[in-house]
């Protein structure tokens, strides 16, 4: 395994371009399946989760090229509608395959992901909507199976927005037969760019952006080409880093997605300057606390309260930073402690104390986000820290490393 050698306390300067968003590419290649013929998705991530992606998709059967950023599928000879466990247990979002595989070929076989917790991701809001649409699902031997002769359209309402479950029923009901209507649904911009290019597919959704999408299904959708969105994670998580450390300019970004983000950065006493696909901040002088509470979109992004709480370890006094979303995405708070944060856990919020002197220590990486709060923490921090298990930032952030090292960052990968 690979770990990162980060050397502290040092100003960053310059420009990145961010990539394609992980999450909006990961639902883009299951809608592959949804048409045969050659599907092009350019913007494409080179991440160990795209990777993935993709082998799954090998798996059942489509055929691909994928190079510099251009991904090109053709899913006209699916021979297998079968997730298997040795995906499903390292990417949750191998289950994405299910509401396509149904909707095009009436039967999915996905995997349950063994070890992992399913927890407070609501995947029974997946299985209860296949089931309004018709299907009969069932677990056996570790699977779980969704079967239906032809889907025909329903209403199905989530008791909470589900970026995963929007996606997944929107991608089924395209196909099924009559009207289905999703109040509550997901408002993303990753759930915004797959109902369009669905639309381009031919297929008939409204009230795109909206919580509730009304879809017409129809018989047959035709191959997608799309660009995929910038990655409003990854972009977040520079700027956090710029934050306190320098003055660094962000490069085909969608501001809009943002929004939230922005004027946090601004409570907190940051400068920006925004323009239509850039976004640039300056060093604060003195960083000032705010609460944070993450929500569903337009809220603050859960996979973004790592890096906040990060970077409010270092503010000029105490916030409170509480997660609405998943109540457990704490297990970075005791490796931030290992940096040098004073931080209280309590139930699903952190009471964060600052202004601390962060310095150099020897910290794990316990998932993606987690991972890029670190690495923050770590370029904050006085001295050299070591981050291991760094196979999680690869997940999520496309050569991370390399992209600090342009803004001026001592960063190295080892071998552990």
Sequence with gaps: MDKLIVNGGIDLDGSVDISGAKNAVLPLMAATLLAGGEHKITRVPDLKDTRTFLRLLEMLGAKSTFNNGE????SSNINSVEAPYELVKTMRASFYVMGP?????GEARVSLPGGCAWGPRPVDYHLKGFEKLGAEVILEDGYIIARAKKLKGAEIHFDIPSVGATANIAMAAVMAEGKTKITNAAIEPHIVQLCEVL???????EGIGTSILTINGIDQLSPLNVETIP?????????????????????????SHLNVVIRKLKQAGCELVIEDDSISIHKCKELLPVDMTTDVHPGFPTDLQAQWVALMSVANGSSHITDMIYHDRFAHVPELIRLGADITLNKNMALVKGPKKLKGAQVMSTDIRASASLLIAALMAEGKSEISRIYHIDRGYEKIEEKFKLLGAEIRREKE
């Design 71 to 74: 991904l090109l599928v053709d």
């Design 101 to 105: 595989l149904l909707g095009r070929f």
């Design 199 to 205: 639309n381009q597919m031919g297929a008939r959704i």
């Design 231 to 255: 990655d409003m994670i990854e972009a977040g998580t520079f700027l956090m880093a710029g934050a306190t450390l320098g003055n660094i300019t962000l490069n085909k970004v969608d501001p």
